[in-house]
């Protein structure tokens, strides 16, 4: 493996714009800036913002949008979405005004929706059109998924910038489209296949990128008192994400015997609705606790000493932005994004990576069990995972957001 840093660079030059198969490979100077020397965006006063249906795609367009108010209070923002998705009732709780499109699936078969597909992309694309017109919009920001493509083939015909963020490792076709209109795309993990992409990372909530090792272990007692746990024993924190994941609740439970046997203790969060059926006589025991669900993560993470989890986009970036090692058990469904998320990361050192079938409670019993017992081994996984993530993708994102608004500033400033 290549033994520079992944976020490095060959050089400090911008995207090649006659090299259309460019991908996520090299740092450019809004990669290199440390986080303290972001420069406000002055010139940009309002931006549309496109993205929804999953929380993968509304929870960095949200970080953005909250970024971009602490920069400027008076900026607009207006955020482009469907009346079905997740961003319905997510975008208005954070305050953000919401400008409704059709929600267009492109059909997987040949069918009559396959017919009144034109006629519902020209819907989505007007729809789009006016939520620029009507924001004023200088730059139009998208995060994938269906809202994005109609935003993207909008904003190109109105002349308004576009930027993209890709959240995954393999992109997705809205931003594939995206990527073909604009020399300002950003993505989260290194090796992305998206055209002039830069690696800015995760947009992230602020609550979550302030949990540098420092501030974890300040927070620790609270975190353990929290739980009912103790400081003598290591935590592994295992989440499948709000809605859970079956295989790690099955495989921790069978393993729970082994894990408090040899001195361990357990965080796991299950899922709303979904339950952890551990064995007698562990089932009550003090050392093993479990949610459904976990409103405060930063306890979740200040008590962890190891994660076991899935690997979305969204998880990977907050467990190497807080700087804590991870076994990765990838989604086994999709078009195997979330191996590839994960892949960077334990590359560098960063965590381990199991497939979901072989994880299984002897794997955790081989692997996971004596891990937590390593004090070098669990540091400098540690090391590797903070040396890989990316704490501050909010402020780089709105780097590019000025950037892109100031292109066509000065663009308009030389009667271009």
Request: charged letters at 20%.
């Given at each position: 493996?290549?033994?520079?840093?992944?976020?490095?660079?060959?050089?400090?030059?911008?995207?090649n714009?006659?090299?259309?198969?460019?991908?996520?490979?090299g740092?450019?100077?809004?990669?290199?800036?440390?986080?303290?020397?972001?420069?406000?965006?002055?010139?940009?006063?309002?931006?549309?913002?496109?993205?929804?249906?999953?929380?993968?795609?509304?929870?960095?367009l949200?970080?953005?949008?909250?970024?971009?108010?602490?920069?400027?209070p008076?900026?607009?923002?207006?955020?482009?979405?469907?009346?079905?998705?997740?961003?319905?009732?997510l975008?208005?709780?954070?305050?953000?005004?919401?400008a409704?499109?059709?929600?267009?699936?492109?059909?997987?078969?040949?069918?009559?929706?396959?017919?009144?597909?034109?006629v519902?992309?020209?819907?989505?694309n007007?729809?789009a059109?006016?939520?620029?017109?009507?924001?004023?919009?200088?730059?139009?920001?998208?995060f994938?998924?269906?809202?994005?493509?109609?935003?993207?083939?909008?904003?190109?015909?109105?002349?308004?910038?576009i930027?993209?963020?890709?959240?995954?490792?393999?992109?997705?076709?809205?931003?594939?489209l995206?990527?073909?209109?604009?020399?300002?795309?950003?993505?989260?993990?290194?090796?992305?296949?998206?055209?002039?992409a830069?690696?800015?990372?995760?947009?992230?909530?602020?609550?979550?990128?302030?949990?540098?090792?420092?501030?974890?272990?300040?927070?620790?007692?609270?975190?353990?008192?929290?739980?009912?746990?103790?400081?003598?024993?290591?935590?592994?924190?295992v989440?499948?994400?709000?809605?859970?994941?079956?295989?790690?609740?099955?495989?921790?439970?069978?393993?729970?015997?082994?894990?408090?046997?040899?001195?361990?203790?357990?965080?796991?969060?299950?899922?709303?609705?979904?339950?952890?059926?551990?064995?007698e006589?562990?089932?009550?025991?003090?050392?093993?606790?479990?949610?459904?669900?976990?409103?405060?993560?930063?306890?979740?993470?200040?008590?962890?000493?190891?994660?076991?989890?899935?690997?979305?986009?969204?998880t990977?970036?907050?467990?190497?932005?807080?700087?804590?090692?991870?076994?990765?058990?990838?989604?086994?469904?999709?078009?195997?994004?979330?191996?590839?998320?994960?892949?960077?990361v334990?590359?560098?050192g960063?965590?381990?990576?199991?497939a979901?079938?072989?994880?299984?409670p002897?794997?955790v019993?081989?692997?996971?069990?004596?891990?937590?017992?390593?004090?070098?081994?669990?540091?400098?996984?540690?090391?590797?995972?903070?040396?890989?993530?990316?704490?501050?993708?909010?402020?780089?994102?709105?780097?590019?957001?000025?950037?892109?608004?100031?292109?066509?500033?000065?663009?308009?400033?030389?009667?271009?």
């Open positions: 493996m290549n033994s520079a840093h992944p976020h490095d660079g060959p050089d400090g030059s911008a995207p714009r006659t090299d259309p198969d460019r991908t996520a490979s740092a450019d100077d809004l990669r290199e800036r440390s986080p303290g020397s972001h420069r406000a965006p002055s010139s940009v006063r309002s931006v549309l913002l496109a993205g929804g249906g999953t929380a993968g795609h509304v929870a960095p949200l970080a953005l949008a909250d970024c971009l108010r602490r920069r400027d008076q900026v607009r923002i207006t955020v482009l979405g469907t009346a079905e998705g997740l961003e319905a009732q975008v208005p709780q954070a305050g953000y005004p919401m409704i499109v059709p929600r267009v699936p492109v059909p997987r078969r040949l069918s009559g929706d396959l017919g009144r597909l034109p519902r992309l020209k819907a989505a007007q729809a059109a006016e939520a620029i017109s009507d924001a004023g919009a200088q730059v139009v920001v998208g994938g998924g269906y809202v994005s493509a109609p935003a993207y083939i909008a904003a190109r015909r109105l002349g308004v910038p930027v993209v963020h890709e959240a995954n490792s393999r992109p997705g076709l809205a931003n594939r995206g990527a073909r209109f604009t020399p300002h795309v950003a993505c989260a993990f290194p090796g992305t296949p998206l055209r002039g830069q690696v800015l990372g995760m947009p992230l909530r602020p609550r979550i990128t302030a949990l540098d090792a420092a501030h974890r272990a300040a927070l620790r007692p609270e975190a353990l008192e929290y739980f009912g746990l103790t400081a003598q024993r290591r935590t592994l924190l989440t499948g994400g709000s809605l859970g994941a079956q295989r790690l609740n099955e495989t921790l439970a069978a393993a729970a015997p082994d894990l408090l046997g040899a001195g361990h203790q357990v965080v796991h969060l299950s899922g709303r609705g979904k339950q952890v059926d551990l064995p006589p562990w089932r009550h025991n003090p050392h093993y606790v479990v949610r459904e669900y976990l409103d405060r993560m930063d306890l979740a993470f200040a008590a962890a000493d190891l994660v076991m989890c899935r690997a979305g986009a969204g990977v970036s907050e467990i190497t932005a807080i700087g804590l090692p991870a076994a990765y058990v990838p989604l086994p469904i999709g078009n195997g994004e979330q191996r590839l998320n994960a892949a960077p334990v590359d560098a960063g965590g381990l990576l199991v979901d079938a072989a994880c299984t002897d794997w019993r081989a692997e996971i069990v004596p891990l937590l017992s390593d004090d070098a081994a669990l540091g400098r996984m540690a090391s590797a995972a903070a040396g890989f993530g990316i704490r501050d993708g909010d402020e780089r994102l709105a780097d590019l957001v000025a950037v892109a608004a100031g292109w066509v500033a000065a663009r308009e400033g030389d009667g271009a």
